[in-house]
């Protein structure tokens, strides 16, 4: 079935540097993409998402690209800060309307 | 507006004792409803998902069940709970307007059986 396959963590950094988080997906048709963090203590929040191929995700100086050719939908930030420290989730839209997650990236952002 | 209530946020119950969990969506009608199940350290794992009323459908094999008694209650319940049931349950809940699979989340409940 679909699935997303997203990096291993945990990613510890430094504040101003640059965050990726590898997100490749198996589909058979057309999923729609989804990027969602989870804060400390908290239930999970939408980022971002794209619906097609070559649309671009962002929020909050959070980027992502679908990209067909490669299956991808890699998570980007120039500059962290201390407060982007939380759990990201990938995650597919399948049919009957139900997500499937990737398994988390924890992300620790130092001062 | 829409809002997801989820109760209680923490809970610690002993093994074997029962479980009700209760989620409410306020502001839409006929919402989707969803349980997921996160263990320390782990991802997400559905369990439960609903399309309507008295209607649930069931991921994963377990002591766990779920029931939608209206349209946008949503209840997970155990009678004996296990050592293993222990993590964060977070319900969701999906508008049947929003084809874009956007998910809201609840502030989920953590319980840990002792």
Redesign the interface.
């Known amino acids: 079935g679909d699935s997303v396959t997203q990096m291993e963590g945990p990613v510890t950094l430094s504040e101003e540097a640059f965050l990726t988080i590898n997100c490749t997906y198996t589909a058979t048709g057309y999923p729609?993409l989804?990027w969602?963090v989870q804060y400390p203590g908290?239930?999970?929040?939408?980022l971002l998402?794209a619906?097609k191929a070559d649309d671009k995700g962002s929020n909050k100086g959070f980027e992502a690209t679908y990209r067909k050719e490669t299956t991808s939908f890699h998570l980007e930030k120039g500059s962290v800060q201390v407060s982007d420290s939380a759990v990201y989730?990938c995650a597919l839209?399948e049919g009957?309307?139900?997500?499937?997650?990737?398994?988390?990236t924890t992300v620790t952002v130092r001062a | 507006s829409q809002t997801i209530h989820q109760w209680p946020a923490t809970l610690v119950q002993p093994v074997g004792s029962p479980l009700s969990l209760e989620c409410t969506v306020e502001g839409t009608s006929n919402p989707n409803l969803y349980w997921y199940r996160q263990a320390a350290g782990r991802g997400l794992q559905l369990l439960f998902y609903s399309v309507g009323i008295g209607q649930i459908s069931s991921e994963v094999p377990q002591n766990l069940s779920a029931s939608r008694p209206q349209d946008r209650q949503f209840i997970l319940s155990s009678k004996k709970l296990l050592l293993s049931d222990s993590g964060f349950y977070l319900c969701a809940w999906l508008p049947l307007d929003q084809k874009n699979y956007g998910y809201t989340f609840g502030s989920g409940t953590r319980l840990t059986v002792v």
């Open positions: 729609s989804f969602y908290e239930g999970l929040q939408l998402k619906t989730f839209g009957d309307y139900k997500l499937s997650f990737g398994a988390g």
